[in-house]
C-alpha cells in the first residue's frame, strides 16, 4: 500500500500513462483542476469543460484504478534501480525545461545529478566524428573547464560521447540525455562512460523503466538537450541529422546556439557551415564568445589547465609582481596590491583584468584577488 507522501506522485503518474494524453493536456488539467487526484474525482460535467478534454479521454478517467496500479509498480521499479523521479510539479524539476510548452511531464534520472546547476553548456554532433572534430570537442571543453559548467550531451556516438569524456577528464559535472530509459544505456559501447558519469553527473530520460524502445524516441529526447542548455554547441553535422534538429529547437526557444564552422568540403561541416550562413547560430571561435552571450566570469579552477609551477619569466614585469605577492599573500585586497607592487591603480586593474582572463587568478568579494 502507498504512503501518504506517494499519493500525490501515484496520481500524477497514473495521469500521465494515459494514451495520447501529452505535456501540453496534461498541463491543462493541472491549471484547471489542481491535482491529477482532483481530475479523477471531479464530476463529468465540469471535467468536460476543460479545453482539450473529449469523450475518449473523460471514458479512459474510469480506469482511474488500472492506471494507478501501473504508477505503483513504475514507483516500485525506480526505488529498485535507484533511479530517481522528477515530476513537473515538483520544485527539483529542471527549472530550465518549465518554462516550455513540450517540456516532459516527467524526467527520470539515475547517479549524482543536480538538474538546477549555476551553468550549462550543450555539445552535440554528429556520430561520424573526424578527429578535427574530436579535437574541437576537447578544445571546447577544455577552454570552458574555469567557468564550471555542466556539460550536457546525448551519449549517441561521435561528438556526444567525446563531450561526456572530456568532461570527466576536466572533473566537469555531465549529463546524457538518452532516447531509452536510464537503465538501458544506447549504445551498450557506451556503458563503462555512462557508469563513470554517475559520480559526478549521471543520466536522464523522459522514459520510464520497462517502456518500449522506438526510433522516434531519439529525436524528440533533443528538445531536453536544448531545453537544458543555456547554450548550444554544434562541433560537426550533416545536412541533416540529429544535431541540426537539436540546433533548430534551441533556436526556436531563443537559446544561444553556435556552430563551429568546418572545412568546405567535409560533409559533416555541412550542417554547421548552413547554421551559419542562415544566421542560425553563432560562429564559435573560442570560450569567449560563451563568455560575451551568457555573461560568464570564471568562478573556479581549471585543473586540467592550471600549471603545475607558474613560469613568471613568462609574464611581463608589473604581472610578475602581482603573482609574487598572490602567491606570497594567497588572497590580496587591490589597495593592499597595489602598495605592495607599487602599481597605480588604474594600471593594476587592467593587469588584473588580463590575468583573469588568462584563468589565472580570480576576483574574490570585497575587491579581493587570489591565485585560481
Partial sequence: MSTPANDELLNNIALSLIPQLGPGIFKTIISYCGTPKNFFSMPKGKAEKIPGI??????????????????????????????????????????????????????????????????????????NATEYGKSITRKI???????????????AYGIDIEAHRVALQCELPTIGVLGTPVDRIYPAAHLSTAQNMMEKGGLLSEYRPKSELNKANFPQRNRIIAGLSDALIIVEAAIKGGALITAEIAYSYNKEVFAVPGNLQSKYSEGCNNLIRTMKAGIYMGAKEIEDALSWNRTGSNKLNKPIALDLEAFEPEEQMILKSLLEKKEVEIDQLSWLT???????????????????????????????
Wanted: net charge positive; hydrophobic share 35%.
Fill in 141 to 155: 571543453i577544455e577552454d570552458l573547464a574555469s567557468y564550471c559548467p555542466t556539460v550536457i550531451s546525448g551519449l
Fill in 54 to 127: 473529449g469523450a475518449k479521454l473523460l471514458a479512459i478517467r474510469s480506469q482511474q484504478n488500472y492506471y494507478l496500479k501501473l504508477a505503483d509498480q513504475i514507483i516500485n521499479d525506480c526505488h529498485k534501480k535507484e533511479i530517481d523521479i522528477h515530476s513537473y510539479l515538483d520544485s527539483g524539476y529542471p527549472q530550465r525545461l518549465k518554462s516550455f510548452p513540450d517540456s516532459p511531464v516527467f524526467i527520470f534520472s539515475k547517479g549524482n545529478v543536480n538538474l538546477n546547476p549555476d551553468r550549462t553548456i550543450g555539445i552535440v554532433g554528429t556520430r
Fill in 342 to 372: 607599487n602599481i597605480p591603480l588604474s594600471l593594476l586593474a587592467s593587469k588584473l583584468l588580463n590575468l583573469e582572463f588568462q584563468g589565472i587568478i580570480k576576483s574574490m568579494p570585497g575587491k579581493k584577488y587570489s591565485m585560481v
